[in-house]
């Protein structure tokens, strides 16, 4: 037992190191960039988040002395306009005035107007501005405004976040939610001459703030060669997320992650692994982000392919762009415009790709159990030797990626490699990986290239081959090995070799190369080539694909495919799609094989994710065969369910199918109903009686008659606005609040109470007893202790919170002294009037 703990901690610390310890010891070899240090009147575009970073460290912060400290009584506040290098800040800056009339301002507000200060100088640190070199500043007292000049290198860039709004909410890593159960399901019923089958897919989730806990099953009314029972358990296991540190352990069924060049095994037991998926507030891939510097206030404006994705405002200094939204790359451009006109422009290429991570990133998992067979068809077939598999992805520069990964079975497997990815010019991408195992005495490599990119503005291109050397062994296919020892009796097999089955993770060749080409918009053509090559086959193909915009609702789709190792498989596919209105579409097509010739006419509308809508779908095909195909279908999506059916015939055979899923979710003390459960979601509580619920101004619908709704979207672990529409509350109600925040974790559940309560009201007439006059507008009145509302034109006034019965009056008339009434009232279906009151 411990020869095989210790060769997997061997394994494990050796791919981290290699990747880790590779990177760091590369960059301490790295010169750092040298920067000039005076600014210039120039706009730089920047590899992704390079220059940004460089420009924050250079050149260093101000070093200020230290100031002595002075009570706050002898300091008088301003709050100045602001001027820095003759342009206007978009706000009022705050400082203060000693005895001697200099003027200090706090680190905080100095850091709010991009003064360049050192880290170490607290916010509430008071600097004079005097003591900052280079600095040189005017105080106006008659307009209560400030000059301020400084070198521009000696501010901080201004920052301009263009991420789109998922990426700019407010995150809240310390959210966990409520107890909630939900029951996610599918239900599957076909009737056709050979019987009647029906299937349901189910899916339980526990979640409380220790974690989810969930569990699947598959239910079928027939069984199979391998199915000995009607109900399959799928996958159970514990998964609890740690948002602030950005991990994820499970415990229980999974299955393992992996690398390019690996494959992914079902497993039962442990994963931790890094939380990216979880935590869609962050983006991953590396991004290019653009800085310069503007020696007067500018217009900016970026371009990518000539389509412009942003325009704004920058004060002069230096600027950075952040998150700009993906894009598949070609050029970008920046244009900036300053206060006299003059222009300039920067292009620059940007190739985008998922393989290149952010500068510092790090994407990594452990994975240990045992294997899992027969999935689906078995609910607890596992296998006692044990896997253990780890992997790593490290942004090493802004512009490239290591990857590190190794695997280890009990039974002999030691597998490890490593690999780069990295963007060239703004153009492509490559990744090269390499890999070795040892396996009972076997042994071998394995090697991965690949490239993407652009050759020109219209054509793109990948290419990849992977080669196997000598008996290369991964997880995967010792797993199959595995499994074919355990079932070799059932699969008829007198051995367990591997010729029996065909899968890539045995394959010793893999070959993909594409090339695509769009020379007008609305016209595009591609080519793809893929060979897999095994020890005693080969699968080659080849497709050809083509579609042309013949008017902006028509559009001409063409597919060629063609089995190079068989001649007589073989496929031409063509059709014409007209969108004749919304969501309406006309579909002709024609399908030609070896086989037979088919020619169809379809009507279709699709229905949107929007509850309440409908599609539907009418389907006529002939064959050269001489049979038809009709079918006819129809979707729903309500708000508790989506449903489907569809009914068709293919010569004299008929078949009708009806499908469901949806969500079942008991939260708050309610139980729900919705056609789906997102990644988390919102329990909506005393909104009143069939009140209006928004997310982020989007009508999401009404509450039901105890005022309670149940949104199923929102992102988890950020600050989800929820708003409860009062302009058609029912008359009488009224909320503590009409706006909540609303904050879940990973596929939990939070609750938003409006506090809407149930308000007898009704208006009176004052009056004065004795004079019988009306008492004059603007005094207020006190309906049974407590404060009601102000008597308006004409004696009348809005009464809140009347009981049912004898009420009370106060009014107070101020110098004419305290009156006072009682009287009877008496609940009414509708807005009632409380008539005259005679006040004393």
């Known amino acids: 037992m411990m020869i095989w703990q210790t060769r997997l901690a061997l394994i494990i610390l050796l791919s981290y190191c290699t990747v880790y310890g590779l990177a760091h010891a590369q960059r301490a070899l790295l010169s750092p960039l040298t920067i000039p240090p005076h600014s210039q009147d120039i706009t730089q575009i920047s590899s992704p988040q390079s220059s940004s970073e460089e420009l924050a460290r250079h050149p260093s912060p ?21 001027r820095i290098n003759q342009s206007k800040t978009d706000d009022f800056g705050q400082f203060q005035q000693n005895p001697k009339g200099e003027i200090l301002a706090y680190g905080r507000d100095l850091r709010k107007l991009r003064i360049n200060i050192a880290s170490d100088i607290a916010d509430n640190h008071l600097v004079k501005l005097n003591d900052i070199p280079q600095l040189r500043y005017q105080y106006h007292v008659e307009t209560q405004s400030i000059d301020i000049n400084l070198p521009t290198d000696r501010l901080t860039p201004y920052q301009l976040n263009m991420a789109s709004d998922q990426y700019q909410k407010k995150t809240n890593m310390d959210a966990g939610g409520i107890n909630a159960g939900v029951l996610n399901y599918n239900l599957y019923n076909e009737n056709n001459d050979a019987g009647n089958f029906f299937s349901a897919n189910m899916e339980g989730i526990f979640s409380s703030n220790y974690g989810n806990f969930v569990s699947s099953g598959l239910y079928n009314n027939g069984s199979s060669h391998f199915i000995n029972n009607d109900f399959v358990r799928l996958d159970s296991y514990w998964q609890y997320v740690d948002a602030k540190n950005i991990r994820s352990w499970q415990l229980g069924d999974f299955v393992s992650n992996t690398v390019e060049w690996g494959s992914s095994v079902r497993l039962a037991g442990i994963q931790i692994a890094s939380a990216y998926q979880q935590r869609s507030d962050i983006i991953t891939t590396a991004l290019p982000s653009y800085s310069g510097s503007a020696a007067l206030p500018s217009s900016l404006d970026l371009y990518v392919n000539q389509q412009r994705i942003y325009s704004g405002e920058i ?23 300053d206060i006299n006109g003059q222009q300039i422009a920067t292009t620059q290429a940007y ?25 689906s068809t078995a609910s607890s077939d596992y296998d006692s030797h044990l896997f253990a598999i780890g992997s790593l992805r490290y942004g090493w520069r802004p512009t490239a990626t290591l990857t590190g990964h190794t695997e280890y079975t009990s ?15 703004g153009m492509s991408a490559i990744n090269l990986d390499a890999a070795r195992s040892e396996y009972k005495g076997a042994s071998g490599n394995l090697l991965l290239a690949g490239v993407e990119g652009r050759l020109t503005k ?6 990849s081959t992977q080669r196997t050397f000598g008996n290369y062994f991964d997880v995967a296919r010792v797993a199959n090995i595995l499994a074919q020892k355990k079932y070799a009796n059932v699969l008829r097999t007198r051995t367990y070799a591997e010729d029996f089955i065909n899968t890539s993770a045995i394959a010793e060749r893999i070959d993909r190369y594409g090339l695509a080409w769009s020379p007008t918009p609305g016209l595009s053509f591609s080519a793809y080539y893929n060979e897999i090559a095994w020890a005693q086959d ?21 597919n060629i495919y063609k089995d190079l190792n068989h001649s007589d498989n073989w496929s031409l596919w063509l059709g014409l799609r007209i969108n004749l209105s919304d969501r309406l579409d006309a579909t002709t097509s024609m399908v030609k094989n070896s086989a037979d010739t088919s020619y ?30 009709l079918s006819v279908r129809g979707d729903y999506r309500a708000r508790a369910a989506w449903l489907n059916a569809q009914l068709s015939q293919y010569g004299s055979q008929r078949q009708s199918t009806l499908a469901a899923s949806g969500s079942l979710v008991a939260a708050g003390g309610h139980l729900f109903a919705a056609n789906e459960i997102g990644d988390a979601f919102v329990v909506v509580k005393n909104a009143g009686p069939n009140s209006t619920v928004l997310n982020g101004g989007v009508d999401l619908g009404k509450s039901d008659a105890e005022g309670n709704f149940l949104i199923p979207h929102i992102l988890p672990w950020v600050d989800n606005e929820i708003y409860l529409d009062t302009s058609d509350m029912q008359e009488g109600w009224e909320a503590a609040s009409t706006e909540q925040i609303a904050v879940a974790g990973w596929r939990r559940g939070s609750i938003v109470d409006f506090k809407t309560e149930k ?21 207020a009145v006190t309906l049974n202790g407590q404060q009601s509302g102000v008597v308006g034109y004409d004696g009348l006034v809005y009464l809140k919170g009347l009981k049912e019965g004898t009420n009370y009056l106060s009014v107070n008339l101020l110098d004419k002294g305290q009156y006072q009434a009682r009287f009877n009232w008496h609940k009414t279906t509708q807005h009632s009037n409380a008539g005259e009151i005679l006040c004393r």
């Open 538 to 558: 080969t699968y080659r193909t080849v497709s050809l694909n083509a579609n042309t915009s013949i008017t902006n609702n028509a559009t001409l789709y063409t």
């Open 600 to 629: 169809s006419q379809e009507f279709s509308r699709s229905s949107s994710q929007q509850v309440n809508t409908l599609g539907w779908g009418v389907n006529a095909t002939h064959y050269d065969n001489g049979s038809n195909l």
């Open 351 to 375: 190739y985008y790709t998922p393989k290149v991570l952010r500068e510092d990133l790090k994407e990594y998992s452990i994975d240990i159990g045992v294997p899992r067979f027969g999935y």
């Open 411 to 425: 039974d002999g497997l030691a597998n490890i490699g490593g690999g780069i990815a990295k963007t060239l010019a």
């Open 62 to 82: 101000l070093v200020i002395p230290k100031n002595p400290t002075m009570k706050n009584s002898d300091l008088t506040a301003l709050v100045l306009d602001v």
């Open 315 to 337: 004060p002069s200094g230096p600027f950075d762009l952040k998150m700009l939204p993906s894009v598949s790359g070609n050029d970008v451009t920046l244009i900036t415009r």
């Open 458 to 463: 219209q054509i793109s291109f990948n290419a």
């Open 759 to 779: 308000i007898d009201s009704a208006t009176a007439k004052l009056f004065l007893a004795g004079a019988h006059q009306v008492i004059s507008p603007g005094y």
